[in-house]
């Protein structure tokens, strides 16, 4: 069992964006708290269950809510990177159920 706490997709995120400090704004920090809820929504209609416990699912959702961030400037697509990984999630779960 891994010792994630419930901060642990946010303190990946802010890393992911280069904030290191951890004295952000107040508004900053809510709005990228809503980008992982949104991104865990997101993730949800696409059909992966997600493991709070999971360290690959932490880094799965803060991946995806750094994407909507820097879409927000850019209307970029998502990487390839980020693809790769929430098809790689949703395969393991689609083997996962059909092996039982």
Known sequence: MSNLTPSTKL????ADLG???SSLPA???SYLE???????DHLRQDGIELDDASVSDSQLCAAY?????RKRATG???PPML???IRNRQVHLATRE???
């Not at 303190?11 to 802010?14: A, F, H, N, S, T």
């Not at 809503?34 to 865990?40: C, D, H, K, P, R």
Request: charged fraction near 25%; charge should be neutral.
């Open 76 to 78: 970029e697509g998502k």
């Open 83 to 85: 693809q790769r990984m």
């Open 34 to 40: 809503q980008l992982i809820a949104t991104a865990e």
């Open 27 to 29: 508004v900053l920090g």
């Open 19 to 21: 904030f290191f400090d």
């Open 65 to 69: 809510a750094a994407w909507l961030y």
């Open 98 to 100: 059909a092996a039982r």
């Open 11 to 14: 303190d990946m995120l802010k």
